[in-house]
């Protein structure tokens, strides 16, 4: 993953900097992730996803009042 994510900063000279936030299950100290986790799964619970481009609409539809920013990485960045 951290080769992936330094490939991706290098091909991409406008993006800075990636943040990376984790949680432990039932010990989250970080509440936007659980919350953040906790919208899509319901969004998932009614939407069938069959394909990755499936997902990524549904990423995209998670919440309206702040729509996630989601990054398509394309297979052409990796060697």
């Keep these: 993953m951290s080769f992936a994510i330094l490939t991706f900063l290098k091909s ?4 800075q900097k990636i943040v990376q936030k984790f949680g432990t299950p ?9 919350n953040v986790h ?3 799964e319901q969004r998932m619970r009614k939407t ?5 481009v499936a997902l990524l609409q549904l990423l995209k539809q998670v919440s309206m009042q702040k729509p996630f920013v989601v990054i398509e990485m394309s297979e052409g960045m990796f060697f």
């Design 12 to 15: 991409h000279a406008n993006i």
């Design 26 to 34: 039932g010990h989250s100290p970080v509440q936007e992730v659980a």
């Design 38 to 40: 906790s919208q899509i």
């Design 48 to 52: 069938e996803v069959h394909s990755p």
